[in-house]
């Protein structure tokens, strides 16, 4: 099933990211996380794609085993820097082969050395994608506060444009904190002629550590009622675990209760997170 039909439908769902492993000994223990994650029937699965394109055979092996074992629509991450054309056409068509309908189009990390590169932004891999097969629902990525290299809002938006016009289907968010600045970036978008579907990411933070790691990689704002909330139960890992559920869940009722009908939870490969989320909101989901 393609992501944008389940969008397109009129009921609160929920969909979880996993990642695969950085090596083969460690793929049994991500395949059992998969395994367990799928058990919960979420909307739909997506599945990272290594820096590099590193672990991009075990990306779409998972993305097979979501589909086809456990019967969840699944979304491959696929990223363009840091590889050629006929790379790139490779994964397309392996992704295809594989019957998932739904990609990911990613950038990704810029390689640290001065290699030549076939593509500079994710607008090209969408060009790309909807060349080789139209038929693909493609999703992209979109930053509720602002790119990190973007100079400001104004110029993410007008690149964000770009990116749907080049057929994008539908958009998900970078991490946030505070939902105000999800509603805020909303009103922006609609008032410019973006219209396609956004799904808000969550990232439930569960251990302080995490919270460090979460500013440098999105630079996203920290409410004040969050900061509280590590300064009270962060030296507790069980407290600290709890309330982290307690405020991914809250964002996520917030978020229902004005209009989203879908919420990408980034699960961290931890199903007894992604469970206790969704048991959470067991009425509200009616699972």
């Given at each position: 099933m393609k992501i944008i039909d389940l969008l397109k439908k009129d009921t609160l769902s929920i969909s979880f990211e996993v990642f695969p492993p950085k090596t083969d000994s460690s793929f049994d223990s991500v395949a059992n996380a998969v395994k367990e994650i799928a058990k919960l029937k979420?909307?739909?699965?997506s599945v990272t794609y290594g820096a590099g394109g590193g672990t991009s055979a075990y990306t779409l092996e998972i993305a097979k085993q979501i589909k086809q074992k456990y019967d969840v629509p699944s979304l491959a991450h696929l990223t363009c820097v840091s590889s050629t054309k006929d790379t790139v056409h490779k994964r397309i068509e392996d992704i295809k082969n594989a019957g998932i309908q739904n990609i990911m189009a990613l950038r990704?990390?810029?390689?640290?050395?001065?290699?030549?590169?076939?593509y500079h932004h994710a607008i090209e891999l969408v060009h790309e994608i909807k060349s080789i097969d139209p038929n693909f629902c493609i999703g992209g990525a979109c930053y509720?506060?602002?790119?990190?290299?973007?100079a400001n809002q104004k110029e993410d938006i007008?690149?964000?444009?770009?990116?749907?016009?080049?057929?994008?289907d539908f958009l998900t968010t970078q991490m946030f904190f505070d939902n105000n600045?999800?509603?805020?970036?909303?009103?922006?978008?609609?008032?410019?002629?973006?219209?396609?579907?956004?799904?808000?990411?969550?990232?439930?933070?569960?251990?302080a550590n995490q919270l460090d790691r979460a500013i440098k990689?999105?630079?996203?704002?920290?409410?004040?009622?969050?900061k509280c909330l590590v300064d009270k139960f962060g030296n507790d890992p069980l407290a600290?675990?709890?309330?982290?559920?307690?405020?991914?869940?809250?964002?996520?009722?917030?978020?229902?209760?004005?209009?989203?009908?879908?919420v990408h939870v980034y699960s961290m490969n931890k199903p007894d997170i992604a469970s206790a989320i969704q048991n959470n909101l067991s009425d509200i989901l009616g699972k």
């Amino acid at each position: 099933m393609k992501i944008i039909d389940l969008l397109k439908k009129d009921t609160l769902s929920i969909s979880f990211e996993v990642f695969p492993p950085k090596t083969d000994s460690s793929f049994d223990s991500v395949a059992n996380a998969v395994k367990e994650i799928a058990k919960l029937k979420p909307a739909f699965m997506s599945v990272t794609y290594g820096a590099g394109g590193g672990t991009s055979a075990y990306t779409l092996e998972i993305a097979k085993q979501i589909k086809q074992k456990y019967d969840v629509p699944s979304l491959a991450h696929l990223t363009c820097v840091s590889s050629t054309k006929d790379t790139v056409h490779k994964r397309i068509e392996d992704i295809k082969n594989a019957g998932i309908q739904n990609i990911m189009a990613l950038r990704g990390d810029i390689p640290e050395d001065n290699t030549l590169q076939d593509y500079h932004h994710a607008i090209e891999l969408v060009h790309e994608i909807k060349s080789i097969d139209p038929n693909f629902c493609i999703g992209g990525a979109c930053y509720p506060e602002i790119h990190p290299e973007s100079a400001n809002q104004k110029e993410d938006i007008k690149y964000l444009i770009e990116k749907v016009d080049a057929g994008c289907d539908f958009l998900t968010t970078q991490m946030f904190f505070d939902n105000n600045l999800l509603y805020n970036f909303l009103y922006k978008i609609r008032e410019v002629g973006i219209t396609v579907p956004i799904i808000p990411g969550i990232m439930p933070i569960t251990n302080a550590n995490q919270l460090d790691r979460a500013i440098k990689l999105s630079g996203s704002f920290m409410p004040q009622r969050f900061k509280c909330l590590v300064d009270k139960f962060g030296n507790d890992p069980l407290a600290m675990k709890q309330a982290g559920i307690a405020y991914a869940t809250d964002q996520i009722i917030d978020l229902y209760a004005n209009g989203i009908t879908n919420v990408h939870v980034y699960s961290m490969n931890k199903p007894d997170i992604a469970s206790a989320i969704q048991n959470n909101l067991s009425d509200i989901l009616g699972k």
